[in-house]
């Protein structure tokens, strides 16, 4: 144990950049797997851990981070759980995503897997006509679903949105659901990467070969009933200096958005139950723990740990938007 880290401070987070065929440009220079489809901006995965970047853990990875602060550091609302229950990211779509789908965590261990995926969606930006895909339009008999995987044309059976900044989608398992190119959003996550891809646009690799779909596992899986909602769960609330909402809640992760006017000020409470993730979605602030002050600005990722104090967010000229990850109960 490094006796000169922190328990309490805020670090940044330095995100493990992912080449995906389907990436774009907003996120990185591609690298041997392609454009820069996703920037993991709070992972410990194996797979694109990210960095710590200040402090005195700077240089380590996320996962020997956490090991450092230990469990008061992540909160008492993750002792029941065997890992780090978080992933976020943020995605640009240079190309449609594979259309897809993923299981509860039953489906998902019934399958062979040991997890399944609940995520959100908080879209950044989005050109204009861009197109995603939130579930079924109109409810599908299996055979319909069937039908519609064998002649390629399950986008026409899915619900098309077209999404705007600020956007809220939450994507529950068994959610059929995909985008088009052209939209960057950040997604909260369950930690797993259990997908099953539907419908791939028929793209090949450098080789000449198909990306492999799991059709047979999405049967199992899938939602065939519209979802009447899937948008932000509670309302926008006045707060001193701003706004504040609810926009999605799982059982790994806790979403409110925050929108802090130019030049004012938000405090937000910190509990012991959980660490918070901040995520600066536009605007510049400064972020004020007891005596620890720091810059920050879009789009940046803060790990908070879990403790009894107020984080204040001082917005500068610009105003600020930020959301702030927890665990729930």
């Not at 690298?31 to 694109?48: K, L, M, T, V």
């Not at 851990?49 to 909160?75: C, H, W």
């Not at 190309?95 to 995520?119: C, F, N, R, T, W």
């Not at 909602?229 to 001193?240: L, M, P, V």
């Amino acid at each position: 144990m490094n006796m000169n880290i922190s328990r309490t401070a805020m670090v940044r987070l330095n995100p493990a950049l992912v080449g995906k065929t389907w990436g774009g440009a907003k996120l990185g220079t591609p690298n041997e797997d392609g454009p820069i489809g996703e920037s993991w901006i709070c992972s410990e995965r194996p797979e694109g851990r990210s960095i710590v970047s200040t402090g005195a853990a700077a240089g380590m990875n996320f996962d020997q981070y956490l090991n450092e602060i230990g469990p008061k550091g992540m909160g008492t609302n993750t002792a029941k759980m065997d890992r780090f229950p978080l992933l976020v990211k943020i995605i640009d779509t240079g190309q449609p995503v594979s259309i897809q789908v993923h299981p509860d965590d039953a489906h998902a261990q019934a399958l062979g897997q040991p997890y399944g995926k609940e995520e959100m969606w908080v879209i950044i930006n989005a050109d204009p006509h861009s197109v995603a895909y939130c579930g079924v339009s109109r409810r599908l008999t299996s055979d319909e679903f069937s039908q519609a995987i064998s002649s390629n044309t399950v986008i026409n059976v899915l619900n098309k949105v077209y999404p705007k900044t600020g956007d809220v989608f939450n994507i529950s398992a068994g959610m059929i659901h995909g985008a088009e190119a052209g939209v960057t959003f950040c997604e909260i996550q369950q930690n797993s990467n259990t997908t099953y891809r539907v419908y791939d646009y028929d793209r090949t690799d450098a080789n000449g070969n198909r990306r492999k779909l799991h059709i047979e596992q999405a049967k199992e899986v899938a939602d065939l009933n519209p979802h009447e909602s899937y948008s932000a769960i509670g309302e926008a609330e006045k707060i001193a200096g701003g706004t504040r909402q609810l926009l999605g809640q799982g059982k790994c992760f806790r979403t409110i958005r925050y929108i802090v006017q130019p030049d004012s000020t938000v405090n937000i409470p910190l509990t012991k139950s959980s660490f918070a993730n901040i995520v600066i979605l536009s605007g510049d602030a400064t972020l004020t723990l007891r005596d620890q002050v720091e810059p920050v600005t879009s789009i940046q990722s803060w790990f908070v740990p879990a403790q009894d104090e107020k984080l204040t967010v001082i917005a500068a000229a610009t105003g600020c938007t930020f959301l702030a990850v927890t665990v729930p109960e």
